[in-house]
């Protein structure tokens, strides 16, 4: 056991636990904070891997965005009275075996795929720098990304203006 | 030791919680928060499987970090509607949103 097994497992069991009690908590503001301890989970897991910058972005705009939006509009509605599973034993039933049944088998596909068993080592000079990030971001020859970079931009610019159109008081 | 289908495993745990969650819960906000955990699981499986199949390139990479960039817009107009229609409407629960049907 080294240390990056003992930080994989810590980081599984936190994304686990928080994941599986984001959708049984009872209380609405403690399902976001559940599931803000699953995304910090994962933003873990990207450090593990080696993308640090992956995991920058996903501290910053999940935690550090998303999550305060979710909260803002619990609290702007009336989420956190609102009683969030009142549904019939026989539908949380169903529910509960088709996620169970996709999951075996996901887990089946997973384990019978016979896929490169890499083992999680400390990350080396293959892994992306952060000069090849920046690169391969605006860059416009054949690993460039700069056309999905700027259709993401003018995305983000059209909802910002929905976003105002549809809240705005009228 | 620590292989990295493991990572895919626990993806996948992540995506079924989500998908209970979809299916049970009846407060829009709560399904739009199991829908970031299905979204937060797809993520997290890119970047293992980039890692693990072709740990050189960068494909799994940037499909990562445009999906993130994605998923934050989605869930901001989301939530625009939701306070658009708790302001009309006083109620956000699914089963009685069903003005626009009739």
Redesign the interface.
Known sequence: MDSYNIMFFVLAGIIVASSVLTVVTRSIMRAATFLFFALLGTAGMYFLMGYTFLGAVQTMVYAGGIIVLYVFAILLTRGVKDRISENTRKKIALSAVLSLVGFGLVGYIIFTAKLRSEVLTAPDERVMTMTRVGENMLSTDMNGYLLPFEAVSILLLACIVAGVMIARKR | ??????????S??????????F?????T??I???I??ML?AT??NF??IN???Y??G?EG??F???S??????????A??????I?RQL????ADKLSKLKW
Do not use: C, P
């Open positions: 030791m620590i292989q990295i289908e493991y990572i895919l495993i626990v996948a745990v992540m995506m079924f919680a989500g998908v209970f969650g299916l049970t819960r009846r407060s906000l709560a739009l928060l199991s970031e955990l937060n993520d997290l970047a293992a890692r693990l199949m740990s050189g960068h990479y940037f990562t970090l445009f993130i960039a994605i998923s934050a817009a989605e869930s901001a107009v939530i625009a509607i939701m306070i658009n708790y006083k109620d956000t629960t």
